[in-house]
């Protein structure tokens, strides 16, 4: 009913304020053109009218047009990413037409992009109050991320890992702190659940996202919870201009690997398209991606260490402007994804010995209106929802009572209305989010009875795991305002959250209010200094952890929540130094920034017994002493000419429970102190590009069958790609090749057998792999 009642409020905020947004033709119009500082048509810039809704992007030549705008004085904006936005202010009488000529200077470092993550509006990233990292196609393309998931370790501060043998379960550590501490957000929606959440980082194709951007630290005041650690922003394909893009690769993972089967083929396809209306009211995009990966057994016991996995992924975004001042969007995936590992693929789940196998249906659906108001008060409305139907077996030695079905609903609805004074903005907003999980065991016919026939049974029957509801009401608030070079930001957000579990009766509410203040201080025009603390919040709910069961032929891993577990409360404390400058004919920018956390009443885990069965218990409980988390992240980016791009980034830190914990330790588990990463772009010449990608992940404690603590050798994961575009009238070809993990930098002490600890897994998610493959589009990066 919350959601009910919510919908139909911004329905009806919705239809009145188009009601109003009608418009007569003015056959006023812009046109023109944007170049580079050397004269040079760019192709594919965005040209807009601040503080509204209209925009168009110039076409292949360079050129753009704007009709029937209305009359009066405007301001004329153009930009493109790697350079810096110029703006032109122009008066428009009806039946005029004018032409505004834009040259763009470069932005070589990217200091004056845009990103909407920090405040929850759009905002220049080097006056932003808080440090925002964006993750670019471009660097997609350089580090051959087919995944979101494959693109997050080039991020300060940010590992992925890979967590299960059999199913490949992945998350991601923000900071060192596992992955149910960061937030993740779809166009700055909380709508990735945390049943989706379970392999979701491996879901989602990377041609579906426009760009990433990141935040370290707490985010809790205006997202609400479980961004302790941070927060990363999904933000989707948007149909900007008439756009086309298809390719296809295919990737040969264990090349030359001793001791492993034998290498497997992983195939994708993928397309991109979008249409836009003369006259930019109206416009659509739409995405597909297919891939298919064989199972790769390392270490050639005939169990895989990579899944066997299919995805078929479609979406689209359509947006309508009813004037001039307003907009509507809609957007929609769907996910089919199906994985399994463990052995005897060609059988069905329950005659394999081991089979840890998946299959997710996952709808999403959103709708957003903005309008703007005075000069620039802008008003953002949405509901978005997200279904999840996932089919599972968790089962060994061919049980017939490890099938499973989990059923789950979640929902955002909310209202922000941003307010813009001379030197200073208000944003205040309210949002509802909700969910509900069913989870069950299907039942199974009991062959062990002696009186078991297939014609009367007896049966087992279907079991309820866990059925949850889930509800957060909050409201939000920050005020931002500039004093000469210093700029504060003021936050805070109250949450309700009530959490219901039918299947084990239980209730639990609280209150929560999270504070956060930032400080940015200009030294100089090239040097910022950022300083900010926050408060944030865990609930007491089922994360994404729990929906996941490590499986073999010795026992089975469970995960519960102790009957007196309470919420989990973060204090988090950051400083930063951001510098970015042009040096001779170099650019340089460096950001040191330092960060730390205390956790009161901390999640942490405690090992039960295996039981007759061999099932073991992990039960999550509040560490009594907390713990802190702190450390430093580095990045560096280096552009020396225009044919060269470097950029780096490394992480010191500690992650530590104040007292002794999980096996007489105080150190988090798989977190190693010191990890990072490189990238390198270099142009040798016109239409050709080598790049190569690094990732260090340094040693870090690993448990191996509850009992034994082994510390891992240090990995560097080093890759390299070579690709070459052909340019065919108006469109691009692009051929391209390389290596991932090139010197084999791969864990080569996988447990083995029917009886091995899937959760025994660190290091590198791949080795040594092979991939090649072509693009065609007219807007190839």
Same mark, same amino acid.
């Given at each position: 009913?919350?959601?009910?009642?919510?919908?139909?409020?911004?329905?009806?905020?919705?239809?009145?304020?188009?009601?109003?947004?009608?418009?007569?033709?003015?056959?006023?119009?812009?046109?023109?053109?944007?170049?580079?500082?050397?004269?040079?048509?760019?192709?594919?810039?965005?040209?807009?009218?601040?503080?509204?809704?209209?925009?168009?992007?110039?076409?292949?030549?360079?050129?753009?047009?704007?009709?029937?705008?209305?009359?009066?004085?405007?301001?004329?904006?153009?930009?493109?990413?790697?350079?810096?936005?110029?703006?032109?202010?122009?008066?428009?009488?009806?039946?005029?037409?004018?032409?505004?000529?834009?040259?763009?200077?470069?932005?070589?470092?990217?200091?004056?992009?845009?990103?909407?993550?920090?405040?929850?509006?759009?905002?220049?990233?080097?006056?932003?109050?808080?440090?925002?990292?964006?993750?670019?196609?471009?660097?997609?393309?350089?580090?051959?991320?087919?995944?979101?998931?494959?693109?997050?370790?080039?991020?300060?501060?940010?590992?992925?890992?890979?967590?299960?043998?059999?199913?490949?379960?992945?998350?991601?550590?923000?900071?060192?702190?596992?992955?149910?501490?960061?937030?993740?957000?779809?166009?700055?929606?909380?709508?990735?659940?945390?049943?989706?959440?379970?392999?979701?980082?491996?879901?989602?194709?990377s041609n579906m996202i426009e760009r990433i951007e990141v935040i370290r630290g707490g985010g809790s005041a205006l997202y609400g919870s479980n961004a302790i650690a941070g927060t990363i922003n999904l933000i989707l394909k948007d149909p900007i201009n008439n756009s086309y893009e298809f390719g296809t690769g295919n990737s040969i993972t264990g090349i030359g690997m001793d001791g492993a089967g034998d290498p497997s083929q992983d195939y994708t396809v993928n397309f991109n398209a979008s249409v836009v209306s003369n006259d930019n009211k109206t416009g659509m995009a739409v995405y597909g991606f297919f891939r298919d990966r064989e199972p790769f057994d390392a270490n050639n016991d005939s169990f895989s260490e990579l899944t066997e996995l299919k995805n078929t992924t479609f979406g689209g975004r359509i947006f309508h402007r009813?004037?001039?001042?307003?907009?509507?969007?809609?957007?929609?995936?769907?996910?089919?994804?199906?994985?399994?590992?463990?052995?005897?693929?060609?059988?069905?789940?329950?005659?394999?010995?081991?089979?840890?196998?998946?299959?997710?249906?996952? @709808?999403?659906?959103?709708?957003?209106?903005?309008?703007?108001?005075?000069e620039a008060d802008k008003l953002s409305v949405y509901v978005s929802g997200q279904k999840v139907v996932r089919d599972s077996y968790y089962g060994a030695e061919q049980s017939l009572a490890d099938y499973g079905n989990t059923k789950d609903f979640s929902y955002t609805v909310g209202a922000q209305y941003n307010a813009v004074f001379r030197n200073s903005n208000l944003l205040v907003g309210i949002e509802d989010i909700g969910a509900r999980l069913k989870d069950k065991k299907l039942g199974y016919p009991d062959?062990?009875?002696?009186?078991?026939?297939?014609?009367?049974?007896?049966?087992?029957?279907?079991?309820?795991?866990? =059925?949850?509801?889930?509800?957060?009401?909050?409201?939000?608030?920050?005020?931002?305002?500039?004093?000469?070079?210093?700029?504060?930001?003021?936050?805070?957000?109250?949450?309700?959250?009530?959490?219901?579990?039918?299947?084990?009766?239980?209730?639990?509410?609280?209150?929560?209010?999270?504070?956060?203040? @930032?400080?940015?201080?200009?030294?100089?025009?090239?040097?910022?200094?950022?300083?900010?603390?926050?408060?944030?919040?865990?609930?007491?709910?089922?994360?994404?952890?729990?929906?996941?069961?490590?499986?073999?032929?010795?026992?089975?891993?469970?995960?519960?929540?102790?009957?007196?577990? @309470?919420?989990?409360?973060?204090?988090?404390?950051?400083?930063?130094?951001?510098?970015?400058?042009?040096?001779?004919?170099?650019?340089?920018?460096?950001?040191?920034?330092?960060?730390?956390?205390?956790?009161?009443?901390?999640?942490?885990?405690?090992?039960?017994?295996?039981?007759?069965?061999?099932?073991?218990?992990?039960?999550?409980?509040?560490?009594?002493?907390?713990?802190?988390?702190?450390?430093?992240?580095?990045?560096?980016?280096?552009?020396?000419?225009?044919?060269?791009?470097?950029?780096?980034?490394?992480?010191?830190?500690?992650?530590?429970?104040?007292?002794?914990?999980?096996?007489?330790?105080?150190?988090?588990?798989?977190?190693?102190?010191?990890?990072?990463?490189?990238?390198?772009?270099?142009?040798?010449?016109?239409?050709?590009?080598?790049?190569?990608?690094?990732?260090?992940?340094?040693?870090?404690?690993?448990?191996?069958?509850?009992?034994?603590?082994?510390?891992? =050798?240090?990995?560097?994961?080093?890759?390299?790609?070579?690709?070459?575009?052909?340019?065919?009238?108006?469109?691009?070809?692009?051929?391209?090749?390389?290596?991932?993990?090139?010197?084999?930098?791969?864990?080569?002490?996988?447990?083995?057998?029917?009886?091995?600890?899937?959760?025994?897994?660190?290091?590198?998610?791949?080795?040594?792999?092979?991939?090649?493959?072509?693009?065609?589009?007219?807007?190839?990066?």
């Amino acid at each position: 009913m919350n959601f009910l009642r919510s919908f139909l409020l911004i329905i009806t905020v919705l239809f009145l304020s188009i009601a109003q947004a009608q418009q007569k033709r003015s056959d006023a119009n812009i046109v023109g053109h944007v170049v580079d500082q050397n004269g040079n048509h760019i192709p594919f810039a965005n040209v807009s009218i601040v503080n509204t809704t209209i925009g168009t992007a110039t076409d292949e030549t360079g050129h753009y047009r704007l009709i029937n705008l209305p009359v009066g004085h405007h301001r004329v904006k153009a930009q493109f990413l790697g350079y810096k936005p110029q703006v032109v202010e122009v008066d428009l009488k009806a039946n005029d037409t004018k032409e505004i000529k834009f040259q763009l200077q470069e932005d070589v470092l990217g200091v004056e992009e845009v990103v909407v993550t920090a405040d929850r509006n759009e905002s220049n990233r080097q006056e932003s109050s808080t440090i925002v990292n964006t993750l670019t196609p471009k660097l997609f393309a350089t580090a051959q991320a087919v995944t979101l998931s494959d693109g997050l370790n080039f991020c300060p501060g940010l590992r992925m890992e890979s967590n299960c043998q059999n199913c490949g379960f992945s998350q991601v550590r923000m900071n060192g702190m596992e992955g149910p501490y960061s937030q993740i957000l779809i166009n700055s929606r909380p709508i990735f659940s945390g049943l989706a959440g379970v392999y979701g980082l491996e879901l989602i194709p990377s041609n579906m996202i426009e760009r990433i951007e990141v935040i370290r630290g707490g985010g809790s005041a205006l997202y609400g919870s479980n961004a302790i650690a941070g927060t990363i922003n999904l933000i989707l394909k948007d149909p900007i201009n008439n756009s086309y893009e298809f390719g296809t690769g295919n990737s040969i993972t264990g090349i030359g690997m001793d001791g492993a089967g034998d290498p497997s083929q992983d195939y994708t396809v993928n397309f991109n398209a979008s249409v836009v209306s003369n006259d930019n009211k109206t416009g659509m995009a739409v995405y597909g991606f297919f891939r298919d990966r064989e199972p790769f057994d390392a270490n050639n016991d005939s169990f895989s260490e990579l899944t066997e996995l299919k995805n078929t992924t479609f979406g689209g975004r359509i947006f309508h402007r009813f004037g001039t001042r307003d907009k509507l969007t809609a957007d929609f995936f769907n996910i089919k994804e199906s994985r399994r590992g463990g052995n005897k693929f060609d059988m069905p789940e329950h005659m394999a010995d081991i089979t840890e196998a998946v299959e997710h249906n996952i @709808t999403t659906g959103a709708l957003a209106y903005d309008r703007f108001f005075g000069e620039a008060d802008k008003l953002s409305v949405y509901v978005s929802g997200q279904k999840v139907v996932r089919d599972s077996y968790y089962g060994a030695e061919q049980s017939l009572a490890d099938y499973g079905n989990t059923k789950d609903f979640s929902y955002t609805v909310g209202a922000q209305y941003n307010a813009v004074f001379r030197n200073s903005n208000l944003l205040v907003g309210i949002e509802d989010i909700g969910a509900r999980l069913k989870d069950k065991k299907l039942g199974y016919p009991d062959l062990e009875d002696p009186d078991f026939t297939v014609e009367n049974g007896p049966y087992v029957p279907n079991r309820m795991v866990a =059925d949850q509801t889930t509800n957060t009401f909050g409201l939000f608030a920050q005020y931002e305002w500039d004093i000469n070079k210093l700029n504060i930001s003021v936050g805070s957000r109250f949450d309700r959250y009530t959490i219901e579990d039918e299947a084990e009766n239980t209730s639990t509410s609280g209150n929560v209010f999270s504070p956060r203040i @930032t400080l940015k201080y200009d030294i100089l025009k090239s040097l910022q200094a950022r300083a900010s603390y926050s408060q944030g919040y865990r609930a007491p709910q089922i994360f994404d952890e729990d929906l996941h069961i490590e499986t073999s032929g010795a026992k089975k891993i469970l995960h519960e929540n102790a009957d007196d577990l @309470t919420q989990e409360t973060s204090h988090s404390y950051m400083l930063s130094l951001d510098f970015n400058q042009q040096v001779g004919k170099a650019f340089l920018g460096v950001l040191v920034e330092g960060f730390y956390t205390q956790l009161d009443n901390a999640f942490a885990n405690e090992f039960g017994e295996p039981d007759e069965d061999g099932t073991v218990i992990y039960t999550r409980v509040n560490a009594e002493e907390g713990a802190v988390v702190k450390g430093i992240n580095i990045e560096a980016n280096l552009v020396p000419s225009d044919k060269w791009e470097l950029k780096g980034g490394f992480t010191l830190q500690s992650s530590e429970y104040e007292e002794v914990h999980e096996l007489n330790e105080t150190r988090f588990f798989r977190t190693p102190d010191t990890y990072g990463y490189f990238t390198i772009d270099w142009d040798p010449f016109k239409n050709f590009c080598v790049s190569s990608t690094g990732n260090y992940t340094g040693s870090m404690l690993v448990p191996y069958n509850e009992s034994v603590l082994r510390e891992s =050798d240090p990995f560097f994961d080093f890759g390299m790609k070579l690709r070459y575009t052909f340019r065919i009238n108006g469109a691009k070809l692009q051929l391209y090749t390389g290596m991932k993990n090139i010197f084999n930098s791969y864990q080569d002490d996988f447990d083995s057998g029917v009886d091995r600890d899937p959760a025994y897994v660190y290091g590198p998610s791949l080795p040594r792999t092979l991939y090649f493959g072509i693009k065609l589009g007219n807007m190839l990066k």
